[in-house]
Structure formats: C-alpha cells, structure tokens
C-alpha cells in the first residue's frame, strides 16, 4: 500500500490527478490531500472521494514548515507529487510576490521536508519519490517552429514561470546535493472538467453562457498546445512508477492551436450542444468575441516535444481535441453549479479589476 501526499489536489489538475489515482488503483493507495484552499482550490471537486476511507484531506500551506513535518511524522508517505502552486500567468503579473512564496519557498519547504524524512543513514529509503509537476512556460517562447525539448534552455518571461523555473532548479539541486530521487514534468496547457473560468477555455465558456463579450488578448494569434487533464494524470502517474531518477519529462500531445482558434471551436460546438429551447442559445454568437490589450510579455508559442516520455516510459495522449473539448463544454454545461458557486464571491471583483473597461458586458 503506497501512500501519495498530493499538494494542491482541490484544484484544476490536483483533483483531476486525485479522481485518476482513486479510480485506477482503488483500495491499493491511500491519497493525502494538502491544499491551502486559497480562491483556485474548491473541495467540491472531490465530494464523489472525500468519504473514501483511503483519502484524507488536510488543509495547509506548503510554507508551512511545522504542519508538513508533522504529516511527514506522522504517516509513512512514500510519494510527493507537487501540484500546489498559484498557477495563473495574468494575476503574476499584476502580483507577483505571491508566485514567489508559494512557488519557490513552498517547494523549498517541501523538498526539504521530503528529503529531511527520507533520509537516513546516509542514503535514500527505498521506494521514494518526489515528482514536481512543472510547466513548458520555464523555456520561455517559440516562434512560428520548433518544439521544447527537455534540454531547452531555461527562459522564463512572466514572473508566474520565473517562479516555476527557480523551483524546478531547487528540485535538481536536490538531486545534484543530495541525490534525492526527484521528477520534474514539464507539462503544456491542460483543459478539462474544474478548471477555474480565468483561464482561457473555461472563462469563455462562462462568459459565453452569460452572453457575455469573449476576451481575446492582442490578435489572438499566440498558439497553445492543448492536452486532456486526464492524458496529464497519467503521465504524471508513468513518471511516478517508472521515472528515472534525475530526470525532467516533457508532456504534450502536439495539438497547438491559436487562441481565436479555440475560442471560434468553443462558439460552434456549444452552439450544436445547447438544446433550442436553450435562452442561451439565442446570444450565442461570434459577435460576442471581443479582442482587447495584449497580455504584457506574452509568449507567442509553446509547442512540446514529448519523445523522451513517449519512447522511455510509453506514455502516449488517449484523448483527441475534438472529443475532450466536446467533453469539456458537456462538463460545464451539466455543471452549472459548479460555476455558479467558484464565480460568487471573489470573482466579480478579480473580473473588473482584470477586464474592466477591456470588455463591455
Ligand atoms: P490551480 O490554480 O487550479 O490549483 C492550484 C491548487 O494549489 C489550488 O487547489 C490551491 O488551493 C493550491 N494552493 C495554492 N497555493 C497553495 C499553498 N501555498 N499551499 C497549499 N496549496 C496551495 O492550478 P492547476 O492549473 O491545477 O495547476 C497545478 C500545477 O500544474 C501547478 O503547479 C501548475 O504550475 C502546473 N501546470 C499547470 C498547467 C495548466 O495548464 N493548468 C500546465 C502545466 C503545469
Ligand atoms: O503552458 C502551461 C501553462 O498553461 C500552465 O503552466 C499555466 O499554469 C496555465 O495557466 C497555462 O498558462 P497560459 O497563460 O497559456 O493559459 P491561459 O489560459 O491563461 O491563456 C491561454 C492563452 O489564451 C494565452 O495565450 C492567453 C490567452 N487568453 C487568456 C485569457 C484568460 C486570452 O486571449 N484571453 C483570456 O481572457
């Protein structure tokens, strides 16, 4: 019985990765989940787990040095997999010091920590790991060709993947000192069911269900390349069993596509999804896309190549655009309130201050 202490599992990929593991090995592991709850993680994601008497949840920060030695203490904990983190590249830039603390300090407090319950003896116990699950924004920005490799130079632009960067070299310095038994993954854009709506695919599917105008930064030419959270999920979990120590894993399943792209497949398909009878329906149009101010230093490409996973470890995406975008949209639409309920409270306020003035409601 393997036990995972997963950090920021009540977000978007944490609790996607938390439905993987459960539903995969069932009774075989036993999940500890540790988040901070701040406006990004929602228990909710995990009402269907949280009476599973193989998950527990505990609510902390990953600064917090003396909680996470005594969960270390206290439980045989075999796995770190390191989601936590704040994740949006917009809130960076208008705040950045938070990246810094959670991203940087959280992941120095934790390896630390790991490391400090791991070791005895003058080596490594058997059967660790601590995988930290990092971005394809830490190689900064194509141009129109070529493709991340895991030997691309480091060449963070915002400060959201500055803070990713500098934790990633923490994590390899830990392995260089100590020889910790580390991962780093290095993923591209996820999408998927309990994504927050101020990233790109689920904000227009809110605004769009509002009738609300779609903002899209600059042309909307910037390309992203897309993958299934679930597809995500697994690799992590294939770094994880069979990862070799040391190493960084790109993840991505070369479907790159321009912003205005998505945002036109968003319109069309939630237009054949919603019934006629649907008021929703009848605002629905590519009148609501509206292009505002360009994202400051926004990276123009990201594109993986994701042959050192594919040919080691056999990992390969399972899940196509087209059906998990039709998957996603379904998932919104038959989780309203689930919509509903991340968008009261903060977010109004985050809205205007992001939008504001961009954008005509
Ligand atoms: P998210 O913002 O949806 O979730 C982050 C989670 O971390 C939330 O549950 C939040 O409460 C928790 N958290 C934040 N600060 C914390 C703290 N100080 N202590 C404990 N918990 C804290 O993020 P996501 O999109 O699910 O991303 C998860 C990870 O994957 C991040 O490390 C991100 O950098 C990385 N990543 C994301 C993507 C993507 O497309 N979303 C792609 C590649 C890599
Ligand atoms: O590449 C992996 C990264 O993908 C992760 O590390 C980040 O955590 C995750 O947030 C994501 O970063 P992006 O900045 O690429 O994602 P976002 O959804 O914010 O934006 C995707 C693209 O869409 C980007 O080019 C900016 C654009 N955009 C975004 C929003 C929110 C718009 O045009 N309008 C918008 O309103």
New binding site residues.
């Given amino acids: 019985m393997k036990t995972y202490f997963v950090t920021g599992g009540a977000g978007f990929i944490g609790s996607n990765y938390i439905h993987y593991m459960l539903k995969k090995y069932g009774k075989e592991i036993t999940v500890i989940n540790y988040d901070a709850l701040t406006y990004a993680g929602n228990l909710g994601n995990l009402s269907a787990v949280s009476d599973s008497d193989n998950y527990t949840f505990i609510k902390g920060d990953v600064c917090d040095k003396n909680l996470l030695q005594m969960v270390f203490a206290e439980n045989c904990i075999d796995y770190v997999i390191h989601f936590a983190a704040e994740?949006?590249?917009?809130r960076s830039i208008k705040d950045p010091e938070i990246f810094v603390k959670t991203n940087v300090l959280g992941t120095a407090v934790l390896l630390n920590t790991a490391k400090d319950s791991w070791y005895s003896g003058g080596s490594f116990k058997e059967g660790k790991k601590y995988v930290q699950v990092s971005?394809?924004?830490v190689y900064g920005s194509l141009g129109e060709t070529g493709f991340f490799a895991e030997n691309t130079p480091l060449d963070a632009r915002s400060p959201?993947s500055a803070s990713?960067a500098s934790a990633d070299m923490l994590v390899k310095a830990y392995f260089d000192t100590f020889k910790m038994p580390v991962n780093i993954t290095r993923?591209?854009?996820n999408y998927g069911p309990y994504q927050f709506p101020?990233?790109?695919i689920p904000?227009m599917i809110n605004n769009a269900l509002h009738g609300k105008n779609l903002?899209?930064?600059g042309l909307?030419l910037?390309v992203?390349d897309w993958l299934y959270v679930d597809d995500h999920a697994r690799a992590v979990d294939i770094v994880t069993q069979k990862g070799k120590s040391g190493e960084v894993y790109n993840i991505g399943g070369h479907n790159e596509k321009k912003?205005i792209d998505i945002v036109n497949i968003l319109i069309e398909k939630l237009s054949e999804l919603l019934p006629d009878s649907d008021k929703r329906k009848k605002t629905l149009s590519k009148d609501l896309i509206t292009y505002v101010e360009d994202?400051k230093g926004?990276d123009l490409r990201?594109a993986i190549d994701p042959q050192k996973i594919m040919n080691e470890l056999g990992w390969k995406p399972e899940t196509m655009f087209s059906e998990g975008i039709v998957k996603t949209i379904k998932w919104y639409l038959d989780n309203s309130e689930w919509l509903k309920n991340v968008t009261s409270g903060g977010y109004t306020k985050y809205y205007k201050q992001m939008y504001g003035g961009g954008v005509q409601e």
């Fill in positions: 994740s949006h590249v917009d971005t394809d924004e959201y990713k993923c591209s854009n101020e990233k790109l904000l903002p899209v930064y909307g910037n992203r912003n994202r926004h990201y």
